[in-house]
């Protein structure tokens, strides 16, 4: 590690460097970055991206009393280097170590939780507000990448702070990968000028002195006017003029010493202001420059001289790209299907629909809301959509899966990628709650597949449904089954995966990929002398309530696992099952496994599976512990 970085502990002793050494810094944080990215994975090129803008913030402003916004998270690398964080920097994203977003708990100087995008400007707009009330000081500043303002919550923030004319400043951090601005010598300048002192002082006097004279209202509208008209004219800032904002840029996002001068002067403004940094993704690291698709966004184990892979490839294909490759042949066998993601054709393997079929394949941008209504307008009119969406992320479009789509039994289908625990990524990003809140909804198929082709038939099961849809699958590689031709399943009706003769002692009645933990576990209490037989439920809703109550019956003992949330999850819609049916009133014995009503933070995906209870020990051990002894079980 560099000598600079090494003398930071706070950036108070970041203000104590010379302005002339901050491009050095700049440089050994980046390195930082580099090798704990290549060491524990994470948000590389968003975070080299960001590395000056985080120090001249940083360095012109005094949090934790001044609050730093980020939005998403991936650019807030070098803030946590530089806020007390730098000798466990290397433990992010790994059990016990910094998380790999802003978390309150984790800091003082993470003044806002995030890990999903557009939520930065309303959150500061609201810390704005809070100071004002409590008369708290301090200043606050929303940074936000020019992704994040494809989505609406972004925008009504915007719209609100131009509204209310409070003082915060906005950094919108463009990589140039969503916006394309007129950058050019006239617009630097104009730039300049319209952030100095110089100006800022004589707009507020001509502003006063004319509030005072007749018609002076009407002069301040006609000089703003006049402004903005010529600004408008060399800057791509007028949408934000519009909304009430005094915009400064577009500047360089890498210079930091002049990013600095920047923040010195727009410290002293009164009003919303908007920064518009022009910054390269990946910045400083070839490998991720080179990276046209995603700049190294979020990049496994690498090889830091190459910035090549350094784990061996499974043999066998991620859940996701099983998916893509599905949905590709729906697509060729039926021209009506369409597919729609929100910013994640890569992440949801859809690069692959948007290289073969082009004009059917839809990114809207980090935009969920409007995915799930889009894909609604399509339906209307004889499309069968299919909208891929993160299972942490479909949550942002709860309301239209209910109103647009399931109220109006619109047969658009839903793909849940990473459903349940997806590692290191952490509390933000479980995909533990889609089961719950998506059976609680009427219309709504819901299904989650054991193995790659009950997910391939999922998939051909939504597109022939008259009706809405939806499946969820894990993060990682599939279970390496040969491959079969897609069928349409019986809706419905679950399967029995492991049977006994006679009576069993325990009923495991299993949902999507638990199946082979709960297989595993039934062949382990075989050797110990307890018959246990497994249901793959295949469906949530509905569930296959004869099947499930049948087996349970012949039990008298059930253990019901999920990767999912227990409160109104899979195990509470057996218990609901088993309560129709007058099974509980029975006697009969229940343990739920799932997750439970907490977050779970970042690990292995294999620990978190064994931190809730839902791995193989975790099952066998609820089994024995409803059998109890073999006294027990021989008198049942």
């Known amino acids: 590690m560099g000598r600079l970085l090494e003398t930071i502990a706070s950036p108070a002793d970041l203000k104590k460097l010379p302005v002339e050494e901050l491009p050095a810094l700049c440089e050994e944080i980046r390195a930082e970055i580099i090798q704990t990215c290549a060491n524990n994975g994470g948000h590389l090129g968003s975070s080299l991206g960001a590395v000056e803008i985080n120090v001249a913030l940083h360095y012109v402003y005094a949090s934790p009393q001044d609050k730093l916004v980020f939005d998403v998270g991936h650019q807030a690398y070098a803030h946590k280097l530089l806020t007390g964080r730098r000798e466990r920097f290397r433990t992010i994203r790994t059990e016990g170590g910094l998380a790999g977003f802003p978390e309150r708990h984790e800091s003082e100087y993470d003044a806002f939780g995030v890990g999903h995008a557009s939520t930065a400007i309303s959150a500061a707009l609201g810390m704005i507000e809070a100071k004002r009330m409590t008369g708290a000081p301090g200043k606050v500043v929303a940074l936000v990448g020019d992704g994040a303002m494809t989505g609406g919550v972004a925008f009504e923030g915007l719209n609100q702070a131009g509204y209310l004319k409070r003082d915060l400043l906005v950094v919108l951090n463009d990589n140039e990968m969503s916006i394309s601005p007129n950058v050019g010598a006239m617009s630097e300048w104009l730039s300049k000028k319209f952030a100095s002192r110089t100006y800022n002082r004589w707009r507020k006097s001509v502003k006063e002195f004319l509030a005072s004279v007749p018609k002076g209202p009407q002069a301040i509208e006609m000089i703003r006017h006049g402004i903005n008209a010529t600004k408008a004219l060399v800057t791509p800032g007028i949408l934000f003029e519009g909304l009430g904002f005094h915009y400064v840029g577009p500047v360089d996002g890498h210079d930091v010493k002049g990013l600095v001068e920047s923040f010195q002067k727009l410290a002293t403004f009164d009003g919303p202001v908007l920064l518009h940094a022009i910054t390269t993704k990946g910045k400083g690291y070839q490998p991720a420059e080179a990276d046209k698709a995603t700049r190294g966004h979020g990049l496994s184990f690498f090889d830091v001289a190459t910035g090549k892979p350094v784990k061996k490839p499974s043999t066998v294909k991620a859940y996701t790209d099983l998916f893509a ?312």
């Open 325 to 636: 490759d599905a949905l590709c042949d729906e697509m060729e066998r039926n021209p009506r299907v369409v597919a729609i993601t929100a910013a994640m054709l890569e992440g949801t393997g859809l690069i692959k629909a948007k290289q073969r079929f082009p004009d059917r394949t839809y990114d809207v941008g980090i935009a969920e809301q409007h995915a799930v209504t889009f894909a609604a307008g399509l339906a209307c009119d004889g499309v069968r959509p299919v909208v891929a969406i993160y299972s942490t992320f479909l949550q942002r479009a709860y309301d239209q899966i209910i109103h647009d789509v399931a109220l109006q039994k619109l047969p658009v289908t839903f793909a849940l990628d990473r459903g349940g625990l997806v590692g290191a990524d952490g509390k933000t990003h479980q995909g533990a709650f889609d089961l719950a809140y998506l059976r609680c909804v009427p219309n709504l198929l819901v299904m989650a597949p054991s193995d790659e082709n009950e997910m391939r038939h999922m998939l051909h099961t939504s597109l022939q449904h008259e009706g809405a849809a939806a499946f969820r699958y894990p993060r990682g590689s599939g279970e390496g089954v040969a491959l079969e031709p897609p069928r349409v399943l019986e809706i419905g009706k679950g399967r029995l995966a492991r049977n006994v003769a006679g009576k069993p002692d325990v009923c495991v009645v299993s949902i999507g990929t638990t199946l082979k933990a709960a297989l595993v576990a039934a062949e382990a209490l075989a050797k110990d002398g307890m018959a246990v037989t497994v249901v793959d439920a295949r469906f949530v809703k509905p569930i296959d309530e004869e099947l499930v109550c049948t087996e349970a019956a012949r039990a008298k003992r059930v253990v019901t696992v999920e990767e999912g949330c227990l409160p109104g999850g899979f195990g509470a819609a057996c218990l609901e099952a088993f309560e129709r049916r007058g099974l509980v009133a029975g006697g009969l014995a229940v343990r739920r496994l799932g997750i439970p009503d907490e977050f779970i933070t970042h690990a292995e995906q294999a620990k978190q599976r064994a931190w809730v209870g839902i791995d193989a020990d975790a099952i066998a051990a609820a089994c024995r512990a409803l059998v109890g002894d073999r006294k027990e079980r021989g008198a049942a």
